[in-house]
């Protein structure tokens, strides 16, 4: 494998990654997500 293709797969991982951890912290009730985790930064 190359540069690129090394580049664009822990991209990919560190995507599925994040969005996994956003929808675990979303399925827990009572929980506010922080600040930094909200799309523009909203309230």
């Known amino acids: 494998m190359?540069?690129?293709n090394l580049k664009t797969?822990?991209?990919a991982?560190?995507?599925e990654y994040?969005?996994?951890k956003l929808l675990?912290?979303?399925k827990r009730p009572?929980?506010?997500l922080p600040v930094f985790s909200l799309p523009?930064?909203?309230k």
């Open 13 to 15: 991982d560190i995507s």
């Open 2 to 4: 190359n540069i690129e």
């Open 18 to 20: 994040i969005t996994k």
């Open 40 to 42: 523009h930064g909203k």
């Open 9 to 11: 797969k822990a991209e």
């Open 30 to 32: 009572g929980k506010k």
């Open 24 to 26: 675990n912290l979303r």
